[in-house]
């Protein structure tokens, strides 16, 4: 469950392709339920202890699913980290999954076993954390592990693994340094925070610090930081108190306590005086940023400025989304967020100039709009909306235990930052109880000082990010949303009073067995159709009061006419912007009330039109959706203001290397006819978005979006007889368009495959983008577990042949995979790798060796099948614990016409799988000929490519 926080931020980084929810425009439409009932509806109870060491242990029981989250936070991050040493708390959290004195393989070797999910590890400034979920009868193998590497582990590093996750981590920081505004982390910290505070420098760290991170060092780092006494674990899920004691004890009771961590001296700086500052970087429009450094989580003022922040540009209804946006359209997007730390935070408010416009006229309309705010402060139904809409994120992740944001992320981050595993409570009280005048007070009183206005303009880079991350004297600062690694956290944690447990020494000769584990148990479905003839398709989940409702249509990218490219995307951002009956802002205003989210997104195959509501307002969250569906207004004035959008999000998406991999792989495996051989984001092309009309969507809208190509699926707290009674009451009554239905053309035929290398040149990037892939004679439907078995164990999961050879072996990439694509007509097989870009020609040589072993003489070995056999077994449990999990679930039984208990026979189609079984798959799909597209700088990889055989073609994605 995230913590209100985040959730300013996450809010801001967000695109309005997010619709509405829900409505209250009329009088006769029900009241939103109450902020207070709502806050009263989260809870975590939790019970505490702490062990003779200081390893403080907090239980939350939930008996829903039979799986356990497991969480170990640990009170360092990069703030504690000396001059010299940026990066180092990061690239020790790598050095953990490395394996330890007693489990000396990778981390992920057992935990896959035994069908773990959600395990990963992050870095902040704050704290370092590592979590994994897993089934109830492998939490003693989960706590051997955890315990192994906070008590077991120096011995288990060694020189070797050390350079090699020095490569890993250097290539995670050129990944992220590569796409646009991947410098823009360094921006932020290093010019709110003045050099020496602990927050300046990056926690990816520097180059430079990481090329002298010596094996003595990172062993002292373990030593100094890595205590239990400066850990706080979490376990949350289907246990009880009694049994954590007994289980904790048992494995981390003879891990001896470790030094006092001090924590560094800290404050919330004010620059001396306003400061500016200009970078370009491959970026599709100018973006001003104007930023504040604001107080930790633990001060008062936190959540009113986090507040303030999104009424000021993180609602869909925003001060600035009304103002820069919708009524005098200077803008193409607008943003506002303020993100806590445990010490200190920072403000963001950021608006993408809108092309032709004079970005000083934007700049100057933003400041305007910042001091109106200031001067005017939040009305109570602006502070309104905005608590609603918070929680009821809230509510909803309180049907998750772990992962990133589970019910376990929310009691560690309260007991480490503010000794409370509660905290949230205390948030969310002050949530409830903020005022205008509050609020008003608060903004005034932080953003009122002098600001950093940071300009990003399009133009080639004047530096990379080599030299950027460490401790820098000039001007400073870091980015907006945090990265994979830094995940927000917080506190300290002092002993309980209760009583001492017995210190045990665990048996740490071999790996715990695991107990027996519970078998899936997929919820019912259940079917109904309303008036018109709509299928329902309903599964009930009674875990939170929450319903999730996705009307899908048989429609999807693929239906876009290839001579209008875009036309769906544009569509679906036209939609957003109000119905025959609200506007725009009347309708964000109304899901707001209710705290409904409304999302109208597609894939290849299938747009979808995606509800949350809360329960009491179910109803009212129908009739908006409905509404949203049925009677786009397709504004045409609104039309060129989603236009330009789109035209934005096109021109960044040319600057993204994934992204330009992508555009030119797809046309050139199925051919530009084909109606999957199309750029796979559906933004379609320059031409084709700027001469669409406002006729031409509704008449797409009429084909496509329609009672007779609809099928509506639910899952939440509700009966099949009472949802489909207001769904009757909401579609019942739609009827179909006179225009005829649209059709897709997969009778196309795919083009033979021609081996060669298609190169796009962009210059100065310090990792080339690889793809390869080819269009597979399978289709979504078939029988295809034997073949997805194969593409895990060859590059299908961390595990997996292709990543362990070039992230964990060679250190070239900070991770690379193959997939099999998810759609209903052929399939693709494409293999995905950003290398460093003196690597490129090696690593594509690494790929055509590692392929050719597996289909050759080489193929699936036991170890490999009992692996993927008993993951793919045992994570099932833990891939339904949520109703959006259940969601998914029934629509893809539908959509690739599966039995009910499709996902409860799985285990036993796993089970009979053997090595030649999956052998013969793998031999007969992904043999033959690969198309290569490669995104780097020419100039360093185009000599790297000859010796490969194959003939190399300048490419340009198609626009």
Request: proline fraction near 7%; glycine fraction near 2%.
């Given at each position: 469950m995230p913590a209100f926080r985040h959730f300013a931020l996450a809010l801001a980084a967000s695109t309005s392709l997010v619709a509405a929810g829900p409505a209250l425009a009329k009088a006769k439409e029900a009241a939103p339920a109450p902020i207070a009932d709502l806050v009263k509806a989260v809870d975590i109870?939790?019970?505490?202890?702490?062990l003779d060491n200081g390893l403080r242990v907090i239980v939350h029981e939930d008996r829903k699913a039979p799986v356990v989250a497991v969480s170990v936070w640990y009170r360092v991050g990069s703030k504690n980290e000396p001059a010299g040493k940026t990066g180092f708390a990061h690239l020790f959290e790598h050095l953990m999954f490395n394996g330890s004195e007693n489990s000396p393989g990778d981390f992920f070797e057992p935990l896959q076993q035994v069908g773990a999910t959600d395990s990963n590890g992050t870095t902040n400034v704050d704290r370092t954390n590592y979590f994994e979920t897993v089934p109830t009868g492998a939490l003693d193998r989960a706590l051997f592990l955890e315990s192994d590497r906070m008590g077991h582990l120096l011995g288990a590093v060694t020189q070797e693994k050390l350079d090699n996750q020095r490569g890993v981590v250097q290539n995670e920081k050129r990944q992220g340094d590569n796409n646009p505004y991947g410098l823009l982390r360094y921006e932020i910290f290093e010019n709110l925070f003045p050099k020496g505070h602990p927050y300046h420098h990056s926690t990816i760290g520097s180059m430079a610090d990481l090329n002298s991170?010596?094996?003595a060092d990172v062993k002292k780092w373990f030593t100094d930081n890595y205590g239990p006494n400066n850990a706080v674990l979490v376990l949350a899920g289907d246990v009880d108190v009694a049994t954590a004691k007994a289980k904790v004890t048992e494995w981390f009771g003879d891990i001896p306590r470790g030094p006092q961590v001090k924590a560094p001296e800290t404050s919330v700086p004010t620059l001396p005086a306003p400061f500016a500052k200009e970078v370009k970087d491959?970026?599709?429009?100018?973006?001003?940023?104007?930023?504040?450094?604001?107080?930790g989580l633990n001060d008062a003022d936190a959540v009113p400025l986090q507040m303030a922040a999104t009424v000021l540009g993180g609602l869909s209804s925003s001060r600035l989304d009304n103002a820069m946006v919708r009524k005098d359209p200077v803008a193409v997007s607008v943003g506002a967020g303020a993100q806590t730390l445990e010490d200190a935070g920072f403000l963001i408010v950021q608006a993408d100039v809108k092309p032709g416009v004079d970005p000083k006229v934007v700049g100057d309309k933003l400041d305007a709009e910042i001091a109106k705010f200031l001067a005017?402060?939040?009305t109570a139904d602006e502070l309104q909306r905005a608590a609603a809409s918070y929680l009821g994120g809230t509510i909803s992740g309180l049907e998750s235990v772990g992962g990133f944001g589970g019910k376990a992320v929310t009691l560690a981050e309260g007991a480490l930052y503010s000794n409370n595993p509660a905290y949230y409570k205390v948030e969310l009280d002050r949530l409830a109880k903020a005022t205008p005048e509050q609020v008003k007070a608060v903004a005034q009183k932080w953003m009122s000082r002098p600001v950093f206005s940071l300009t990003y303009t399009p133009g080639e880079r004047t530096e990379g990010g080599e030299n950027r991350g460490g401790a820098v004297t000039a001007e400073k600062v870091t980015g907006i949303a945090p990265d994979r690694y830094w995940n927000p956290a917080l506190g300290d944690v002092g002993p309980d009073t209760g009583a001492a447990w017995a210190t045990s020494f665990a048996d740490r000769s071999q790996l715990p067995a695991v107990a027996d584990l519970t078998a899936l148990d997929f919820p019912a479905i259940e079917r109904a159709k309303l008036k018109n003839g709509i299928e329902v398709v309903f599964a009930r989940r009674t875990t939170v009061p929450t319903v999730q409702v996705a009307v899908s249509f048989d429609a999807g990218y693929a239906a876009d006419p290839h001579n209008a490219l875009g036309t769906q995307s544009l569509m679906l951002s036209l939609m957003d912007e109000g119905t025959t009956r609200r506007d725009s802002i009347n309708f964000a205003e109304a899901k707001e009330r209710l705290g409904a989210q409304i999302d109208g997104s597609a894939t290849a195959d299938e747009t979808v039109f995606s509800l949350f509501a809360l329960k009491p307002n179910l109803s009212a969250s129908l009739g908006l959706l409905?509404?949203?569906?049925?009677?786009?207004?397709?504004?045409?004035?609104?039309?060129?203001?989603?236009?330009?959008?789109?035209?934005?999000?096109?021109?960044?998406?040319l600057n993204n290397p994934n992204a330009i991999a992508n555009r030119l792989l797809m046309p050139a495996l199925y051919g530009a006819d084909h109606p999957y051989g199309i750029p796979p984001s559906g933004l379609g092309t320059t031409?084709?978005?700027?001469?669409?009309?406002?006729?031409?969507?509704?008449?797409f809208h009429s084909a496509w979006?329609?009672?007779?190509?609809?099928?509506?699926?639910?899952v939440g707290d509700t009966t099949l007889k009472d949802v489909t009674k207001q769904l009757d009451a909401a579609f019942g009554d739609w009827k179909a368009s006179a225009a005829a239905k649209g059709t897709k053309h997969f009778e196309i035929a795919v083009p033979a495959q021609k081996p060669r290398i298609l190169l796009f040149d962009r210059p100065k990037s310090p990792q080339s983008v690889i793809m390869a892939g080819k269009v597979l004679t399978a289709k979504g439907s078939d029988e295809l577990e034997p073949l997805r078995a194969?593409?895990?164990?060859f590059g299908g999961n961390f595990l997996s042949r292709f990543n362990m050879n070039l992230r964990e072996t060679k250190g070239w990439s900070y991770g690379v995979r193959s997939r099999i694509s998810n759609d209903k007509d052929r399939l693709t097989w494409v293999a995905i790798a950003p290398v460093q870009a003196d690597r490129t020609g090696d690593s594509i040589k690494e790929f055509q060796s590692d392929l050719k072993s597996f289909l050759g003489d080489k193929g699936v070995t036991g170890e490999e099948l009992e692996r993927t056999v008993n993951g793919s077994v045992r994570e099932l449990p833990g891939s339904f614990e949520t109703s959006g999990d259940v969601l998914g679930g029934l629509r893809q039984i539908v959509k690739f016409g599966r039995a009910d208990d499709y996902y409860e026979t799985l285990p036993k189609t796993y089970e009979a799988m053997t090595t030649a079984e999956i052998d013969a798959a793998a031999r007969k799909a992904l043999a033959g000929d690969l198309v290569y597209v490669i995104v780097g700088d020419a100039a360093v990889v185009k000599p790297q490519l000859d010796g490969l055989g194959l003939p190399v073609e300048i490419a340009t994605p198609a626009n």
């Open positions: 109870p939790y019970q505490s202890f702490t991170a010596s094996l491959l970026v599709p429009t100018t973006r001003l940023y104007r930023m504040w450094a604001i107080p005017e402060g939040p409905a509404d949203y569906i049925r009677n786009p207004a397709f504004d045409g004035k609104e039309l060129e203001r989603v236009r330009a959008q789109q035209l934005n999000r096109l021109k960044s998406e031409a084709a978005v700027t001469a669409a009309t406002r006729d031409q969507l509704a008449s979006i329609r009672p007779d190509n609809a099928r509506i699926f639910v194969a593409n895990d164990i």
